[in-house]
């Protein structure tokens, strides 16, 4: 393995966090459908593929340092939310926490003089620029519109126009 031990222990970790990610997200894109917000649904649709496509990048990444990369244990979703801004504010809340927990990665590359893998995880630190924005920016428009029903249904109309483009033109994929 040309990772060494503590490094490869962080990256199984964040496969884990990226796959419990997923998850979640799938679980919440169902309430979304069940309570009739389609747009929201979409969106976390999306995000919860996107999380799995994470998932795999650093999975691949162990394998093809050498490293046996382990099909994480997911443990079991909630099923019920409280409300639509709930549901972002637990969005945004995890999508810090992984931003967090990169950064730890990175850093401890740094301490092992690990560029390769801190050039990899360098995506995932532009990634989470976007996906904390995203989140950010959804929390935001309860501010914005109140939590009423109808201004629900209008944030939810909202929802797939939030976009984010980085300052130099183009948007992380
Ligand atoms: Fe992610």
């Known amino acids: 393995m040309t990772i060494n031990e503590e490094v490869y222990q962080v990256l199984l970790d964040q496969v884990k966090m990226e796959a419990v990610s997923s998850a979640s997200y799938l679980a919440i894109a169902s309430w979304c459908d069940q309570n009739g917000y389609e747009n929201s649904a979409d969106f976390f649709y999306a995000q919860s593929d996107e999380e799995r496509v994470h998932m795999l990048k650093i999975f691949h990444y162990i394998s093809d340092m050498g490293g046996a990369a382990v099909s994480p244990t997911i443990p079991e979703m909630p099923s019920e939310y409280g409300s639509l801004r709930e549901v972002f504010e637990s969005a945004l809340d995890m999508e810090i926490e992984v931003s967090d927990s990169i950064n730890k990665i990175v850093n401890l590359c740094r301490k092992n003089n690990d ?21 950010r920016r959804a929390v935001e428009l309860f501010d914005l519109f109140g939590s009423d029903p109808l201004s629900i249904m209008m944030i939810d109309e909202r929802i797939p126009k939030i976009n984010y483009t980085q300052t130099n033109g183009g948007t992380a994929e």
């Open 115 to 135: 560029f390769a893998t801190e050039s990899f995880m360098q995506w995932f630190v532009n990634e989470q620029v976007e996906e904390e924005y995203v989140a």
